[in-house]
């Protein structure tokens, strides 16, 4: 009964943490949304036609980013025990995944001016580049509080 119990409590924990992470995700999109809608002072005609392709891309790249994360922890945990050939060929993989990454921005770069005036497309790759930074500044500011707080569960625990 008590495992049972237990069992029970970790998959509502379980599926609290996943909400929360859901909640966070859906909330980070929307200010993407708004963030890049902004910037590109889009047309409710020009983001219908533009959020699909953008989306779409992001889903490759997150794809090409999986695979690249993934070769990167397989060297990580093995690379003392990888024959040169693995590391060859964990190298070309990697370089593969960097073209074919190019090859989406430029293949997308034509979808993106078939949906959007040349300025909106400028526009787009300034403000991706203006989002990570925001985003990166965001994470720097709010380092010292987690910083602080890891310090005194340090002096906690000695």
Do not use: C
């Amino acid at each position: 009964m008590k495992k049972g119990l237990t069992i029970i409590i970790g998959l509502f924990f379980s599926w609290g943490l996943l909400n929360a992470q859901n909640q966070a995700m859906e909330r980070l999109n929307a200010y993407k949304v708004a963030f890049f809608t902004k910037r590109l002072n889009l047309t409710t005609q020009e983001a219908q036609r533009f959020w699909p392709v953008y989306n779409e891309l992001q889903d490759m790249k997150l794809a090409v980013q999986q695979e690249r994360a993934k070769i990167f922890r397989e060297i990580n945990q093995n690379e003392l025990n990888m024959s040169e050939k693995e590391l060859i060929s964990a190298g070309d993989r990697l370089i593969e995944l960097d073209l074919k990454e190019a090859e989406l921005n430029a293949s997308y770069h034509k979808k993106f001016r078939e949906v959007l005036s040349p300025l909106k497309v400028v526009r787009l790759y300034q403000a991706e580049n203006q989002y990570r930074l925001q985003l990166l500044n965001e994470l720097r500011e709010n380092a010292p509080v987690r910083n602080n707080i890891q310090q005194q569960r340090q002096l906690r625990n000695n």
